[in-house]
């Protein structure tokens, strides 16, 4: 395997990652949910902000705080309804909720802009958004309905980031930056925490892995891949994001890989990837 591909590889299981260690954490009640999105997003501004020092040392610049508060905003929110999520979802479930909503909320967006699709770009759209509507609807095996709503949230707030850092030109700066600017909040937020239930030695640890690794670290490495990967095929690696989490799910916390999950899954995947690919060929021969 490529450096490339290991640095990709990697950042695809810590962005998974992020699913699991919020479920062991928080379906196990051993930390409160804000206690755990304060700890994670402090983590998250130490490792990012220690990693870009570095890079800057090596280059013989001096660290500057980049990022904006738009952004921080879009990422605190992202932030605290992804953990309040996890408390209803299962690791799978969760994921892929989270990753249609990204995906569908994007691609809305560049159609609101002028962006018209194309014929097999609709259908992939119809494809992925039926499905995300078919995984939540009622049903004993669906999704809890609050959980989805507060995952949807996180998504919105989670594309709202994304478009806010197209054309960046130094999105590690830019993401340490944004991290740095939500502990005032991530402060408050761990108080709050700790005074609703005293976080167990495990929830605290599962909190700061999420910060550290799957978020910090792993941003770091998808941003030193990302410039090596066609636009296309960045985001059809990212479809493996919600696949990793759902085996994690099964694996590491005994969760079921229900029929409607594998449904939905293999739609929404599919439908996200037919639109992305015919986006791009469509652009390429514009």
């Known amino acids: 395997m490529s450096r490339v591909g290991l640095w990709t590889a990697l950042a695809m299981i810590a962005f998974a990652a992020n699913s699991v260690l919020a479920r062991l954490a928080l379906g196990a009640r051993s930390i409160d949910a804000l206690g755990y999105t304060g700890i994670r997003l402090a983590a998250g501004a130490l490792t990012l902000l ?95 309905p609050l959980g989805s709503l507060l995952m949807v949230l996180a998504g919105i707030c989670w594309a709202i980031y994304s478009l806010l850092g197209r054309g960046s030109a130094d999105p590690l700066a830019d993401t340490a930056g944004n991290f740095v600017r939500t502990l005032p909040l991530a402060l408050v937020l761990l108080v709050a925490g700790c005074l609703a239930a005293v976080p167990e030695p495990a929830g605290i640890a599962y909190a700061v892995a ?23 095929r960045a985001a059809i690696v990212q479809l493996t994001v919600p696949a990793i989490a ?41």
């Open 50 to 144: 220690a990693l870009h020092a570095l890079r800057e040392r090596r280059r013989g610049a001096r660290p500057t705080i980049a990022g904006n508060w738009s952004g921080a905003g879009a990422l605190f929110g992202y932030a605290i309804a992804f953990s309040l999520a996890y408390l209803l979802l299962g690791a799978g479930n969760g994921a892929l909720i989270l990753f249609a909503t990204v995906q569908l909320t994007m691609l809305g967006w560049g159609i609101m802009r002028g962006d018209l699709p194309g014929g097999i770009e609709w259908l992939g759209i119809a494809i992925a958004f039926g499905a995300l509507v078919y995984l939540v609807s009622p049903g004993l095996v669906a999704p809890d």
């Open 210 to 232: 999420s910060g550290a690794l799957a978020s910090g670290l792993g941003y770091a490495l998808w941003y030193a891949a990302l410039p090596h990967l066609a636009r296309s």
């Open 246 to 286: 759902a085996l994690g799910g099964v694996v590491l916390l005994g969760e079921a890989l229900t029929p409607r999950l594998l449904i939905a899954s293999v739609a929404i995947l599919g439908g996200v990837a037919l639109a992305v690919v015919a986006g791009q060929r469509r652009k390429r021969a514009a």
